[in-house]
């Protein structure tokens, strides 16, 4: 047969073109991959001639240098493929990767916030920042997180054309270019509309000065055109010590997480709740419910007076 050597580009470019990959979904199958490459050619192997006992043999490698049961099975998860694309594609006669069982993940509870945790993160965003545009901008940031539960790079690059109008649902591109509807609440709104006002009035200026507009909701004069994702990281943190909640517990994905809780708390559709965040699966929508679980035996545990019989001394004393 006569196959390259190795076929990483064409995979990746196919996952783009056919499969909507997102960018930094390429980026985690590059890394994996061209560790994966990099090992096979220190063996003196390539693809095309590697066996199922030689990826077995990197996965060994790779649990030798202490890399987590997560990272070993997304790895061997991109090696499969990598090798379904070359066997489709006939590059390879065979998919080697095919019955090679994984380490599996350990399934862990998501970290999240407390409502009064979230409501002081809230408020700090309204009175913290150098001027009172970037309060407006922060509050907006805030209200439409966890309003909507938005991945951060999804809040980060909202265009400004969804904002317009003062709508009641927001329209969210996510991973893949998959689209959903998120409803937003009154604050959310309302900051939506006061932020809107001074970001067009800011475009104004910038365009009478001869600069393009830009599409973006929260615009940027760095390479990306938007605010990025490392600043709005920063952001938080900077709220988590304006409000005296640890930074440590503060990052953009557990404000998804919390909107996710919160909402199941409060009497949620697990299904609806899967639709707000965009999961193609419900099995991944589904640990949130175990977070309930535990909060509400916790909750028993303390307060129920059963349970409080059970910790006092069986003597009576």
Request: glycine share 6%.
């Amino acid at each position: 047969m006569n196959a390259p050597r190795n076929w990483l580009d064409p995979f990746l470019e196919a996952q783009a073109a056919e499969l909507g990959a997102a960018d930094n979904t390429l980026s985690a199958y590059r890394r994996d991959l061209e560790d994966y490459l990099g090992w096979l050619a220190e063996q003196g192997l390539c693809p095309t001639a590697a066996t199922q006992q030689d990826i077995e043999c990197y996965l060994v490698h790779c649990d030798a240098q202490g890399l987590a049961r997560s990272t070993r099975a997304r790895r061997l998860s991109s090696i499969r493929q990598y090798y379904r694309f070359g066997f489709e594609e006939r590059l390879r006669a065979d998919n080697p990767a095919i019955r090679i069982a994984g380490p599996g993940r350990t399934q862990s509870l998501p970290k999240t916030l407390s409502e009064p945790e979230v409501d002081a993160l809230l408020e700090a965003a309204r009175s913290a920042g150098r001027s009172a545009r970037d309060r407006t901008r922060n509050t907006c940031l805030m209200e439409l997180l966890y309003a909507t539960g938005m991945r951060v790079t999804e809040l980060v690059s909202l265009p400004a054309a969804a904002a317009r109008g003062d709508p009641q649902m927001l329209l969210i591109r996510g991973k893949g270019g998959k689209e959903r509807m998120v409803p937003l609440s009154p604050p959310a709104r309302t900051a939506l509309t006061e932020w809107l006002d001074l970001r067009d009035a800011s475009e104004e200026i910038l365009q009478a000065e001869g600069k393009p507009p830009s599409p973006y909701l929260f615009p940027s004069r760095g390479k990306s055109g938007h605010l990025t994702r490392h600043r709005f990281y920063m952001l938080i943190k900077e709220l988590a010590v304006a409000c005296g909640v640890s930074p440590q517990k503060v990052t953009p994905h557990r404000l998804r997480h919390a909107f996710a809780t919160h909402l199941l708390a409060n009497g949620a559709d697990l299904r609806a709740i899967q639709t707000l965040l965009g999961h193609a699966d419900l099995a991944t929508t589904e640990i949130y419910t175990h977070v309930l679980e535990a909060r509400l035996h916790d909750l028993v545990m303390r307060h129920h007076p059963l349970a409080r019989l059970g910790d006092a001394d069986p003597q009576g004393n």
